[in-house]
C-alpha cells in the first residue's frame, strides 16, 4: 500500500489553520495514524485510527477519514506545531508517507 | 515510563552484517507488537518489520526481506534487527518502536541508532 501526503510543504503562519493530507493506493480502512517529527527527534505519535487523539496532544490536533482518503487538520497554529507530519498505515504490513514539512510563513 | 533504548549501530562496510538490539522498560514487553523504522539523512520515515508479542509473526519491508531479521527475547525484553548484506543506501538511524496493544499503530519511539554502511 502507498501513502501519498500532500502537499509536501505547507507555509502557514501561526494562527492559522493547516489541512494536511494522506491518500492510500487502497482501503486501509481506519489503520491510519499520524506522526509529527521535530529535527533530530524521535517522532511521536499524534493520531491513530484516523481520528482517535493520543494522550497529552492537544485539542486543535484532530484527524477525519477512512478507507483511502484521511486529513490532520491542526487548528490555530502554535509556533511549536511547525516540524514535518507523517501518516502511517498498518492495514497490511507498514508504509509511511512521504511526509509534510509545516513551515512558518 | 515506557522507555526503548537501541544500541549496535556504527560504521560498517557494504556486504558486512550488524546486529541491533533495543532494550525496552517500563511495560509488560511481552504484550506488544514491536517494530523497527529507519530514516536515512534528510529523508522521510521508513517502515521496516514488526513481530508479534511472542514472535511467531513477522512481516518484512520488500526492500529489506530476505536480508534482514527481526527477532525478540521476551524474557530479556529485548528486540533485536539482524542485518546481513549491508548496502549503502541502508545507511539510516534506526529506531525501535511499540505498538499500541492489540492496536495497529506505533505509540512509542525509542531515540535512535545510526548505521552507516560505507567502504
Known amino acids: 500500500i502507498v501513502l501519498t501526503q500532500s502537499p509536501a510543504t505547507l507555509s502557514l503562519s501561526p494562527g492559522e489553520t493547516a489541512t494536511l493530507s494522506c491518500r492510500a493506493s487502497q482501503s486501509v480502512s481506519g489503520y491510519l495514524a499520524w506522526y509529527q517529527q521535530k529535527p533530530g527527534r524521535a517522532p511521536r505519535l499524534l493520531i491513530y485510527?484516523?481520528?482517535s487523539r493520543a494522550a497529552g496532544i492537544p485539542a486543535r490536533f484532530s484527524g477525519s477519514g477512512s478507507g483511502t482518503d484521511f486529513t490532520l487538520t491542526i487548528s490555530s497554529l502554535e509556533p511549536e506545531d511547525f516540524a514535518v507530519y507523517f501518516c502511517l498505515q498498518r492495514r497490511t504490513g507498514g508504509t509511511f508517507g512521504q511526509g509534510t514539512k509545516l513551515e512558518i510563513k | 515510563q515506557v522507555q526503548l533504548v537501541e544500541s549496535g549501530g556504527g560504521l560498517v562496510k557494504p556486504g558486512e552484517s550488524l546486529r541491533l538490539s533495543c532494550a525496552a522498560s517500563g511495560f509488560t514487553f511481552s504484550d506488544h507488537y514491536m517494530t523497527w523504522v529507519r530514516q536515512a539523512p534528510g529523508k522521510g520515515l521508513e517502515w521496516l518489520s514488526y513481530i508479534s508479542s511472542s514472535g511467531p509473526y513477522t512481516n518484512y519491508a520488500d526492500s529489506v526481506k530476505g536480508r534482514f531479521t527481526i527477532s525478540r527475547d521476551n524474557a530479556k525484553k529485548s528486540l533485536y534487527l539482524q542485518m546481513n548484506s549491508l548496502r549503502a543506501e541502508d545507511t539510516a538511524v534506526y529506531y525501535c518502536a511499540r505498538e499500541a496493544q492489540s492496536a495497529y499503530y506505533i505509540d512509542y519511539w525509542g531515540q535512535g541508532t545510526l548505521v552507516t554502511v560505507s567502504s
Open positions: 485510527g484516523a481520528s
